[in-house]
Nanobody, 117 residues
Framework: QVQLVESGGGLVQPGGSLRLSCTVPAITFTFYVMGWYRQAPGKQREEVATITENSYTNYADSVKGRFTISAVNANNTVYLQMDELKPDDTAVYYC???????????WGQGTQVTVSS
């Protein structure tokens, strides 16, 4: 069973920053697409940012210029640096792994991010 271990959520004021992390088993950190998704109350889950093993990244328009996704191969971890946070960023954030080498996908347990004054 592949487990994705997330951390880093919390409460922050508008304009503040948070960094989310997602650690996966080393065996899966080879041929992959990893991403962060979020789901706000009453809304559908949406893609926030993705990164491939070749460091190709993609961002939702709503977070471009504010969020940065990165991967550190040495510790099998993907980060989401979130700056200039807005109340609209409030949601549960989920890590997602598309382990292309095995044809399998996995979700993290989710971490709450709340942006409020």
């Amino acid at each position: 069973q592949v487990q994705l271990v997330e951390s880093g959520g919390g409460l922050v004021q508008p304009g503040g920053s948070l960094r989310l992390s997602c650690t996966v088993p080393a065996i899966t950190f080879t041929f992959y697409v990893m991403g962060w998704y979020r789901q706000a109350p009453g809304k559908q889950r949406e893609e926030v940012a993705t990164i491939t093993e070749n460091s190709y990244t993609n961002y939702a328009d709503s977070v471009k210029g504010r969020f940065t996704i990165s991967a550190v191969n040495a510790n099998n971890t993907v980060y989401l640096q979130m700056d200039e946070l807005k109340p609209d960023d409030t949601a549960v954030y989920y890590c997602h792994l598309n382990w292309r080498a095995a044809g399998r996908t996995y979700w993290g347990q989710g971490t709450q991010v709340t942006v409020s004054s």
